[in-house]
């Protein structure tokens, strides 16, 4: 349901929208929550798919409960820095984030004054994007298997780029080196922009890049993109084949996010979100919006969310070993 605005809560509205937090104005309380604000607050800078499916959802909690959201984005430190807002906050329902998975390795690679599952309380599954594997047109391989028996006659002369140590850009890559026997040499750069525009000119062979991005440069012939990093076809992308379809069975590496809140919610605010988030996830217009940058939608309960938390950290921690990835 569309709502519309007053021209002067408009005009605030955008005004704080281009300062980095979005404000919804407010009316009655939510059942179970005071008449204060719901703080939404994120790890990651903005334009970011977590900051793009807060700023979704934002706007249709508030439709349903009359209740003020506020998303602020407290990025740093791998998203470190928001979630220890979060972390340490009253369990009363106000201050919630939408995080990714990839945090859960926050553990691994910085010392934090929190535990990365038992400090937050699960609210629901809500999205998930598939990477892209993608190499620059100079690299002789124009399919998985060709990329394959390249990277072993390069070795570790040819090299990877990532928007650094601990991101799924880094993760995917180094599972599938795992997998396969490459040597591929890791290059970290300080965000995505970098690394993409090394990798286009040419200074890096290939990296892993969200679907969405992958498709907008492939298409331009900038880079040539060779699979999907999860095991189904995407219902975004059903061109795109699979690594695991391509010749490495089962690999299975991707983006998902997820709402949550402090340790201790109260079990009826919880139940509420979890409701709530689910009619909103349902509705077209948050496809649309999320499809259009190549995120779909993938709803759980809290309890779906918990069981792939604790399933995925000891993935990654095992991962993280085995690859003998270490910290920036």
């Known amino acids: 349901m569309k709502t519309s605005l007053p021209s002067e809560l408009r005009r605030k509205f955008l005004l704080a929208a281009g300062a980095g937090a979005l404000v919804i104005p407010f009316g009655s309380r939510a059942q179970g929550l005071s008449n204060r604000p719901v703080h939404m607050i994120l790890g990651q800078t903005a334009a970011t798919t977590p900051d793009l499916i807060a700023r979704a959802i934002a706007p249709r909690l508030q439709a349903r409960w009359n209740q003020p959201f506020i998303v602020e984005n407290r990025g740093g430190a791998g998203g470190a820095i928001g979630l220890e807002a979060v972390a340490k906050a009253p369990p009363d329902g106000h201050i919630i984030t939408v995080n990714v998975n990839s945090t859960l390795t926050l553990p691994m690679f910085f010392k934090i004054d929190y535990d990365i599952i038992k400090s937050f309380t699960p609210l629901a ?6 990477f892209a594997l993608v190499v620059h047109p100079s690299v002789p391989a124009h399919n998985l298997k060709e990329f394959i028996e390249w990277g072993k006659r390069e070795g570790s002369k040819a090299n990877y780029g990532s928007p650094g140590n601990g991101t799924h850009h880094h993760l995917i ?5 795992l997998r396969t026997g490459l040597k591929l040499t890791h290059i970290p750069y300080k965000g995505s ?4 525009n090394d990798l286009i000119g040419g200074q ?5 890049l969200p679907m969405v991005t992958a498709i907008s440069f492939g298409r331009s012939g900038k880079v040539r993109v060779l699979g999907s990093s999860m095991k ?8 795109i084949p699979t690594i695991s379809e391509l010749g490495v069975p089962g690999f299975n590496f991707y983006g998902w996010f997820y709402a949550e809140g402090p340790a201790g919610m109260p079990a009826d605010i919880v139940n509420k979100y979890a409701t709530t988030l689910r009619e909103v996830m349902g509705e077209p217009e948050v496809k649309e919006t999320l499809a259009k940058n190549g995120v779909s939608v993938h709803y759980g309960t809290p309890a779906e969310l918990d069981k792939a938390k604790r399933e995925d950290y000891q993935v990654l921690a095992k991962l993280v070993k085995d690859a003998n990835i270490k910290g920036d």
Do not use: G, V, W
């Open 125 to 130: 599954l809500l999205a998930e994007n598939p």
């Open 232 to 239: 189904d076809r995407s219902p975004l992308t059903p061109d």
């Open 193 to 196: 922009a970098p690394a993409l």
């Open 204 to 208: 890096i062979s290939c990296m892993f």
């Open 173 to 177: 890559m180094e599972s599938l080196k």
